[in-house]
C-alpha cells in the first residue's frame, strides 16, 4: 500500500492515527509513504512487536519535494527528477495507493504509482482529483483524523480504532533537549508557539508576552518555540514578558523530544500544536479563520478558543483575523489552568 500524503506538519499528523491503527492491525502488509523531505522525521518510528522485532510505521519513504517542482518547473533537475520519482514508485508495485491528501498533484503522484486501486474521498479536497480516483469512499466524520479512518477502514474491511500515532524517539533530539533546557533547573516548563501559517492565523506577541509573566509568576519555566522564519516573533514575544523566557528554534526531532517534556502548549493552528496533541500533550488552541472542528486538537486533554462569528478564511491575510483579536489573555488564561498538572 502506497499512502499519499505530501505535508505540510500538521496534515502529516493527522492521517498518522489511521496509518498506525492499520500498521497495528497489518503488521505483515508493506506500507510506502509519498513525502516532502522537510516532513520524512515525522514519519521514522517503529514500535516493538510482540516476538519483540521492532515494526516501523513505513516500510519506505518516497521523497517527494513537490513544492520546489512548483518553484522550478522548467529546470533540467526538476524534470530528472520527477522522471526518478515516477520510475520509482512504479518500480515499487504497489497494489493499492490511498489518497489522504485530496488534491490533483497528490492523485497524479497516485497514478504514476500504476497502483491496481487509486483510492481517494469521495468529495476530496481538490474536487478535480475525484475524476483520478479508481475507487471513492464517501466520509462521514468531522475531523479530518476522523474522515481519513474512514478511508483506512474502506480498504481494510473492517473497524480500526482512532488511536494516537506513533512517532519517533531520537537521541540526538533528547541530548538536544538535556542541554537546551539545562537553564531550567528542572522546573516544569509551558510552550509558547507565536508562528502560524500566515498572519490571520497569528494571536499578538505581546499577547504571548504576558502569558509568559503569569506562567512565570507561578512557578513555571516557559519556552518560545519558533520555526523557520519565525524567529523575530519569538524575539517580540521575549521582549514583551521581560525577557523572562527561553527562545528555542528546534529541528523537527527536536521538537518532538521538546513536546514530550512540556507540561502544556499554547498555539494557534499550526504544526506544532498538532504535534503536541498527537503526543497526548494539554493543548490550547487559539483559532480564527480555520476551523477547530476539522482540523483541531483531536483526543487527548485541549481547550479550543475561537469566536463564535470567526468564518473559515484559508485567505493568506496578513492581518491577525478580526475574530481572534477578540480572545483576551484571561480567556486563555483559564483554558490554561484547567489543564495545568497541579490545577492551579
Not at 466520509?139 to 488511536?163: D, K, S
Amino acid at each position: 500500500m502506497l499512502i499519499v500524503r505530501l505535508g505540510a506538519m500538521g496534515d502529516i499528523l493527522h492521517a498518522l492515527p489511521a496509518v498506525t491503527a492499520l500498521r497495528t492491525a497489518h503488521p505483515e502488509w508493506f506500507i510506502g509513504w509519498a513525502v516532502e523531505p522537510q516532513w520524512q522525521g515525522l514519519l521514522a518510528a517503529s514500535c516493538a512487536t510482540a516476538g519483540g522485532h521492532e515494526m516501523p510505521i513505513v516500510d519506505r519513504l518516497h521523497i517527494v519535494p513537490a513544492k520546489d517542482w512548483g518553484r522550478h518547473p522548467l529546470r533540467a533537475e526538476t524534470i530528472k527528477d520527477i522522471r526518478r520519482t515516477r520510475h520509482e514508485l512504479r518500480a515499487a508495485r504497489y497494489d493499492i495507493c490511498v489518497d489522504l491528501q485530496g488534491a490533483v498533484r497528490s492523485a497524479v503522484l497516485g497514478r504514476w504509482a500504476h497502483p491496481q486501486r487509486l483510492i481517494g474521498e469521495e468529495k476530496p479536497r481538490e474536487w478535480a482529483a475525484r475524476y483520478l480516483f479508481d475507487e471513492h469512499i464517501p466520509t462521514t466524520g468531522t475531523h479530518v483524523i476522523e474522515q481519513a479512518i474512514e478511508v483506512t477502514n474502506a480498504v481494510a474491511h473492517e473497524h480500526l480504532p482512532v488511536m494516537l500515532p506513533w512517532l519517533p524517539v531520537n537521541e540526538a533530539g533528547e541530548r538536544y533537549c538535556d542541554v537546551s533546557l539545562a537553564a531550567l533547573d528542572g522546573k516544569p516548563f509551558v510552550i509558547l508557539n507565536p508562528g502560524a501559517g500566515w498572519g490571520a492565523k497569528r494571536w499578538p506577541t505581546e499577547r504571548y508576552g504576558e502569558m509568559a509573566r503569569r506562567f512565570s509568576e507561578i512557578g513555571y519555566r516557559v519556552v518560545i518555540n519558533s520555526g523557520p522564519g519565525e524567529e523575530m516573533l519569538a524575539t517580540e514575544v521575549n521582549a514583551t514578558s521581560g525577557n523572562i523566557a527561553l527562545p528555542l528554534s528546534p529541528a523537527l526531532n527536536e521538537l518532538i523530544a521538546l513536546m514530550r517534556r512540556a507540561s502544556l502548549v499554547i498555539a494557534g493552528d499550526t504544526g506544532p500544536l498538532h504535534l503536541a496533541s498527537a503526543l497526548g500533550r494539554p493543548v490550547v488552541g487559539i483559532f480564527g479563520p480555520t476551523d477547530p472542528a476539522r482540523n483541531g486538537p483531536f483526543g487527548g486533554a485541549f481547550r479550543v478558543l475561537r469566536h463564535p462569528e470567526s468564518k473559515r478564511d484559508h485567505s493568506r491575510r496578513a492581518e491577525p483575523e478580526a475574530g481572534l483579536l477578540t480572545i483576551s489573555p484571561d480567556e486563555v488564561w483559564s483554558a490554561a489552568m484547567e489543564l495545568l498538572p497541579d490545577g492551579r
